[in-house]
């Protein structure tokens, strides 16, 4: 007696396969959830810089008060890993090299766990135009 209706082979995903992809997933939506910190900071951070760098008459202010100005972005916006001091190293306020405005730069690393002793990196390093001549 032969059956035509029964395929040759078998096909479908097994317990194993299904167990497998699911710790997959689960693994990729882990590092997604410890990464999205770091990498939303960084956003906050550039937006906080587009910010002050868009604010009217902010040629004419000097670095100090560019620093008042991106902290109380930061203050707004919910960065509370850059501190007062921290923000002295790591903004610079210079010149153009074409001499029309300066250019506002931070440059920073942050730092988060990912899994047990393994830390990940974000290397921030954004540059903006600042437009009019102000106070070095």
Excluded at 32 to 39: E, G, I, Q, S, W
Excluded at 82 to 89: E, G, K, Q, V, Y
């Amino acid at each position: 007696m032969k059956h035509d209706n029964i395929p040759a082979k078998q096909r479908g995903l097994t317990l194993w396969g299904l167990l497998m992809g699911g710790a997959l997933l689960a693994f990729a939506a882990l590092t997604l959830m410890k990464l999205f910190p770091l990498y939303n900071q960084s956003f906050k951070v550039h937006s906080a810089m587009q910010a002050v760098a868009a604010m009217p008459e902010i040629g004419q202010k000097g670095v100090q008060e560019i620093r008042g100005l991106i902290m109380r972005n930061f203050d707004v916006s919910d960065v509370d890993t850059i501190t007062d001091s921290d923000l002295r190293n790591y903004l610079k306020v210079v010149g153009n090299p074409d001499g029309k405005g300066r250019v506002m730069t931070m440059t920073y690393e942050d730092r988060g766990p990912l899994y047990g002793d393994l830390d990940v990196v974000l290397k921030f390093n954004e540059s903006i135009a600042i437009p009019g001549m102000g106070i070095e």
